[in-house]
């Protein structure tokens, strides 16, 4: 049993545990600290469930840097993988029949959140190449939308997940932008998903999912 002791009397300093207080004796003085409870840490199905979408969210983000630490980069509350985890925690990963492992719902995957106008009338489709083709509907004047706001676009494969992102300098009066895939994306589902954001990177668009192709 570990004992306290008092080297000057009753009314002097503490040194050693009393419980769970500890006295210590630092540059002639002495301090009193609390050690607190023991942390407990039952692995519940609950709480095995939330660390793994923890993990997967926190991957995810990791994979996708690229992207949304620019899309997200005007969350003023959160920085960009803590803003990504809490859009994608509870809207993008869900889990599988088994209910203990989960799965990516790529439709709902959040890349970026804002005020700023999307453009109106987006589209993708492969080209004869394998590389995507986005086009859309210049809306500048529409809201707060501007012919000189910034296109960011991005191609996720699920394999992996991989990107590979289009030139971040298209503008929306350009109405029309593409993306260059890896030839070894060729025979894989990917995911495209565009957002605005101002030529001053103060704001951003929510995210626009464009499908599979």
């Known amino acids: 049993m570990q004992m306290a002791k008092l080297p000057d009397g009753i009314f002097g300093g503490i040194r050693g545990r009393i419980g769970n207080i500890v006295g210590v004796k630092r ?11 023991n942390v407990k840490n039952p692995k519940t199905k609950k709480q095995q469930q939330n660390r793994n979408k923890f993990g997967i969210a926190s991957s995810l983000a990791s994979k996708l840097k690229p992207f949304i630490k620019r899309s997200f980069s005007t969350d003023g509350e959160k920085s960009w993988r803590g803003a990504f985890i809490s859009y994608n925690m ?6 599988a029949d088994d209910e203990q492992t989960f799965e990516i719902i790529y439709p709902n995957l959040v890349l970026s959140a804002g005020v700023l106008y999307p453009p109106e009338d987006v589209t993708a489709e492969r080209d004869d190449d394998g590389n995507i083709r986005i086009s859309w509907t210049d809306n500048s004047g529409e809201g707060n939308a501007s012919p000189d706001d910034k296109l960011l676009a991005v191609a996720i494969n699920e394999d992996g997940p991989r990107l590979t992102t289009a030139p971040e300098s298209t ?14 994306y060729s025979q894989s589902i990917v995911h495209i998903y565009i957002c605005m954001m101002a030529a001053d990177e103060s704001i951003s668009s929510n995210t626009v999912y464009l499908g599979e192709v």
């Open 27 to 37: 540059n002639g003085k002495f301090h009193i600290r609390s050690i607190p409870d």
């Open 90 to 95: 509870s809207a993008a990963i869900k889990p």
């Open 171 to 184: 503008a929306r009066k350009a109405e029309v932008s593409g993306i260059s895939l890896p030839k070894s």
